[in-house]
């Protein structure tokens, strides 16, 4: 078992910045896939970034050259650093790690508000 919890939401206006994080707990040896999700209000839930063990990277088209993911494997934190903020950017956002039996944890989200 896997437990996460996302800290590192608030208020900004548009153009600001904010860097979420992502603490694992628990079996954190079986991660092999760590991503953020989005969702906005009366929208499905969407991938904005994902990282692999390798360290290779996966964007959104929506946020490429903004947002950026990485980890940090000793503090098993996961992080979305968000700049160039958007009204559109506004929603939950949500850490979901992977395992190797393919079992998927998530977060309990983390509000991300943009005003314009």
């Known amino acids: 078992q896997v437990q996460l919890a996302e800290s590192g939401g608030g208020l900004v206006q548009a153009g600001g910045s904010l860097r979420l994080s992502c603490v694992a707990s628990g079996s954190t040896f079986t991660i092999n896939f760590m991503a953020w999700y989005r969702q906005a209000l009366g929208k499905q839930r969407e991938l904005v970034a994902g990282?692999?063990?390798?360290?290779?990277?996966n964007y959104a088209d929506s946020v490429k050259g903004r947002f950026t993911i990485s980890r940090d494997i000793v503090k098993n934190t996961v992080y979305l650093e968000m700049n160039s903020l958007k009204p559109e950017d506004t929603a939950v956002y949500y850490c979901k790690q992977i395992d190797w039996s393919g079992y998927d944890y998530w977060g309990q989200g983390t509000q991300v508000t943009v005003s314009s």
């Open positions: 990282i692999n063990n390798a360290g290779t990277t």
